[in-house]
């Protein structure tokens, strides 16, 4: 008698015990290839919606597989309320590949409990963060067209300052602005105020402590070593 199985089912999921799940709260990696939403891993069930801009992300092959190209109008909106305890430090960080077409780009963007806003961006061709308390600026620069790994770190007031990691390299700048603990939106690739990024992303991803410059390092180096591929049923 022949029996035919239907292979098992597969989706990506997070590599429990992985230095890099802890404190993890966000984590979107291009995986998709197709549709109009992106799921975060590290929440199982939240997803986020294409449409945030005037029109919707594309998705097309990139060097390492997926990707979702914005074309300067685009965004992507997540539902925050499962952020509700969010509180510096933080790590922000996305792999992006910006085209170079306008002076304020962004990469993600929050307001948090307090109602005022985050916008991690690229500014004038470097890394930056601006609240509105002002601006935080980097001096590390990106090239236009190449894909590159961005990093923002809010720290605690104790530590007084922002670093930034461009792939493996890293800056520290002045104090910032403490957050009021909760976001109340997160946007991927838009503001709400009409900032859009032109280029493409392969992941995003949002942890609730500083990682060490090592942890930055291997992210740069196996950014999909943290995903392992997990039977539905």
């Not at 008698?1 to 015990?17: D, E, S, T, V, Y």
């Not at 005037?54 to 909106?77: H, N």
């Not at 002045?174 to 009021?180: F, Q």
């Amino acid at each position: 008698m022949n029996f035919h199985m239907k292979p098992p089912m597969w989706a990506p999921g997070i590599r429990q015990g992985h230095p890099l799940a802890v404190g993890l709260e966000l984590c979107v990696p291009a995986v998709e290839a197709g549709g109009t939403t992106v799921r975060n891993l590290a929440r199982p069930g939240e997803i986020g919606v294409f449409g945030a801009g005037a029109s919707a992300p594309t998705w097309q092959c990139g060097p390492m597989g997926p990707i979702v190209d914005f074309d300067g109008g685009d965004g992507v909106t997540f539902e925050t309320s499962r952020f509700a305890a969010l509180d510096e430090p933080l790590t922000l960080a996305a792999i992006v590949r910006w085209d170079g077409n306008a002076s304020y780009e962004t990469i993600m963007s929050t307001r948090d409990a307090g109602g005022y806003t985050w916008d991690f961006r690229v500014y004038q061709g470097k890394l930056n963060l601006l609240t509105d308390a002002g601006s935080q600026a980097s001096t590390l620069t990106l090239t236009s067209g190449e894909w590159c790994l961005a990093v923002a770190q809010p720290l605690p007031a104790a530590e007084a300052g922002m670093r930034f990691f461009l792939d493996a390299e890293m800056e520290q700048t002045g104090a910032d602005r403490p957050i009021t603990p909760g976001l109340e939106y997160l946007l991927l690739g838009c503001t709400a105020a009409g900032h859009f990024m032109d280029g493409a992303f392969a992941g995003w991803w949002i942890w609730s402590r500083a990682l060490t410059a090592g942890e930055i390092a291997e992210l740069y180096y196996d950014p999909w070593g943290l995903i392992t591929p997990r039977r539905l049923f």
